[in-house]
């Protein structure tokens, strides 16, 4: 009997063996680590310190002071003037499950902009009309009156969970939603041309941020100010001017020639050298703003549901805790011993994780992960202590693990962008035992 079954068992590995020459020729295969996305975000000025402490009056000046002399470089060096609000959840949520349909409102805007009519469903219209309302019925306050009438453009992708605003007054442009009423819009604007590049500008901000070069979402940003400085030679105007001056009729010659001097010159700007510095400006422009506010990481999270028992419970909650998972709720199955555990669980901290709660329950317990939603991570990654209670709490170096500060230097290691961390921390003259003797 012994025999037989080392007999099938040598058949069997034989049979294995072929197959792995056959199919898989033992070709040695080495994985990287898995790419984990992420999200950058601005959020409001805390009002409370890492202890919980109430921030002074004298800080709190201090943070403006230091905001608005930001702010005073930044525009010293710009034409553009941004100004940033972070969206609230409800708007970023709305955005984001409505990229489809926000696409589709792009497209049907660059038809109308190059003279095409693009037919569009009735139902469609309607979808983009209940988006209009809701957004206006989300948007309330002083800040954001009449916001979404002046929505410039979405991002990243023109279909992204981001918003431009168009907050200069001298400049009308056509409305993003003109779909719904296809106004005639024919007032000229010189600035008009250069629509394209401070989009573009905005689209490349809001695809990569500052913090690791990852995806924008939930942040508005509105155009202030926007100063043009032409500067011609006098031998171009005069070039320009016989030019005209040949080309067009002898009635109204002064009028005929001023404007298509004006157009010439605009059609010559809008894709000359002045387009990609305008898209650079930008850019740098909206990098800027983000800056100025404080800036946080958006994880992916999972929604993890567990079926243990009363005995592995303590294990389940040990391995959540450990991978900064948190248990939103907890009920028993009635009829059974088991208890239906749901968690949130980062998309970081999920590889391993089944394997790991599998052989800590000894197979009594396993997960099932599904994606939820996107979370902001608390901690600020550029903390450093600055009060009185948070050196005493947290000393003068603060080198306590930063769950954010890690995940920004990871994804910025992994991209190749410079990382500030120190390689030896505490460094001690190497002694050799051999010489002492």
Known sequence: MWEKNRDDTDLWDAAIERRTVHVFAKIEISSSKPIIPFRETVVRPPKVDMVNEDLGRQQKVAIIHQVKEDSSQSRSSETLHHTRYPLPQEVTSLLESSAELIRTLEQVNMSLREGRVLEVSPRTLEDISALKERLEALLQGHKWRNAVERIWAFGPRRCGPNILLNSVDSYQRPSVWQCLSRPGDKTPNPLRDFDNSIVSGFQLASLSGPMCEEPLMGVCFSVERWDVLTNTTPHQDSAEDQDSVSHDAPADSEENSAAGQTKRRAEADCYGPVSGQLIAATKEACRQAFQAQPQRLMA?????????????????????????????????????????????????????????????????????????????????????????????????????????????????????LYVEEKIVEHAEKQRTLGKNK
Not at 393 to 407: C, R, T
């Open 300 to 416: 992916a999270m999972y929604t993890c549901e567990i079926m243990a028992t009363a005995e592995v419970l303590g294990r389940v909650y040990g391995v959540l805790g450990k991978r900064e998972g948190r248990v939103v709720q907890e009920e028993m199955k009635e009829g059974t011993d088991m208890f239906l555990i749901k968690a949130i669980l980062p998309v970081a901290e999920s590889f391993g994780f089944a394997d790991e709660i599998r052989k800590r329950t000894s197979g009594l317990a396993s997960p099932q992960l599904v994606f939820s939603h996107w979370e902001v991570i608390s901690s600020d990654p550029y903390w450093v202590p600055t009060t009185e209670e948070e050196y005493l709490h947290f000393g003068e170096k603060a080198d306590s693990e930063n769950q954010a500060l890690k995940y920004m230097n990871a994804v910025r290691r992994r991209k190749g």
